[in-house]
């Protein structure tokens, strides 16, 4: 018996941003197999599905620039370079699972490693996309000093993303820390003066400020709630919805 036509995904083409600890599952280091084949076939769900997906990475999993750097041994920018090869290695296991299941996949990065993936050329990316393969973003934005959120908005921005989709482990903004208090209230919607006036930690401020002011929605969903992405592409209510004013 026909199941009837598929849904058609709202958004034509998304950019999806993952933290690089959501790659060490329980660990918190490093890349965890299990939770790294569940990812990619979330992610392949959402190609399937008709929508052009990218993704940017991070590398919290393998080093934090930040962080290491405070220690006042090694100087920032060494540091957060550091910081970006950890999101290439994340970039390649990735690619390699999502290859796994029968699905084309290209590594752009922002740093130069030819060797391994291609440089970054928003182009390229975009004629990737068009043709049927999913396109992973390394290194950041190439530049210390930015966070993997901004680069995911300046990327997102770059390739005429409909939405960004931020993955984590929490289903969504919520007005206080759900981990701390019981009675926390998950927003379905908000719009970006709401999220800045009550000073809710959606993403960094450049990131975020980027969002606004270019008027990109952005959706925080838990990662970890198998089809949650695929639903969100097809505009369905699931996690935090953030846009407009």
């Known amino acids: 018996m026909s199941?009837?036509?598929q849904r058609r995904p709202?958004?034509?083409?998304?950019?999806?941003?993952?933290?690089?600890?959501?790659l060490s599952g329980e660990k918190g280091f490093g890349l965890d197999p299990e939770v790294l084949a569940f990812i990619a076939k979330e992610i392949v769900e959402v190609h399937r599905g008709g929508c052009q997906a990218a993704i940017v990475v991070g590398g919290g999993n393998f080093f934090?620039?930040?962080q290491f750097s405070q220690s006042g041994k090694i100087d920032r920018t060494v540091a957060d370079q550091m910081g970006m090869l950890g999101t290439l290695m994340n970039a390649l296991g990735l690619q390699s699972a999502i290859e796994r299941e029968n699905v084309p996949v290209r590594v752009q990065s922002?740093?130069?490693?030819?060797k391994v993936a291609e440089d970054f050329i928003v182009r390229r990316a975009i004629r990737h996309m068009e043709k049927g393969r999913i396109v992973i973003f390394a290194?950041?934005?190439?530049?210390?000093?930015f966070t993997t959120d901004t680069?995911?908005?300046?990327?997102?921005?770059e390739i005429e993303a409909d939405c960004l989709i931020?993955?984590?482990k929490v289903d969504g903004v919520y007005d206080k820390d759900p981990k701390k208090h019981a009675d926390a209230v998950r927003y379905e919607t908000l719009s970006y003066g709401e999220a800045i006036a009550k000073r809710l930690a959606v993403m960094d401020q450049t990131a975020f400020?980027?969002?606004?002011?270019?008027?990109?929605?952005?959706?925080v969903l838990d990662f970890n709630q198998e089809g949650a992405m695929a639903r969100a592409v097809k505009g369905e209510a699931i996690g935090t919805l953030v846009g407009g004013e």
């Open 3 to 5: 199941e009837g036509p």
């Open 10 to 22: 709202r958004y034509h083409r998304v950019l999806l941003k993952l933290s690089g600890e959501a």
């Open 64 to 66: 934090r620039g930040d």
């Open 110 to 114: 922002a740093i130069t490693v030819s």
């Open 139 to 145: 290194a950041g934005t190439g530049n210390p000093y």
């Open 151 to 157: 680069a995911a908005a300046l990327r997102a921005l």
């Open 166 to 168: 931020k993955a984590t």
């Open 209 to 219: 400020t980027m969002c606004r002011e270019h008027a990109l929605p952005l959706i």
